[in-house]
């Protein structure tokens, strides 16, 4: 299911945003679109948009081809 294969490559992903003291959260994937809540120090950070659409966006795009988009609320 397209849930399960998201929360595995946050997975991956959570590691390098712990490293700088933040965190995301899965809230829901619908019709292609994942939101997430990025949390912690990201919450706050001037940089989180590009981290969510370079960073996250890009992977999730990468290894699942049914993400169209992230969306952070």
Do not use: Y
């Not at 299911?1 to 003291?21: F, N, S």
């Not at 939101?35 to 948009?49: I, K, T, Y």
């Amino acid at each position: 299911m397209l849930k399960e294969q998201v929360e595995a490559a946050l997975g991956k992903i959570r590691p390098a945003l712990v490293a700088d003291g933040g965190d995301i959260e899965l809230v829901d994937v619908k019709e292609g679109v994942v939101s997430v809540r990025l949390v912690g120090a990201c919450a706050g950070c001037p940089m989180s948009q590009m981290t969510l659409k370079r960073g996250v966006e890009k992977v999730l795009k990468d290894n699942i081809p049914d993400v169209k988009e992230v969306v952070a609320v």
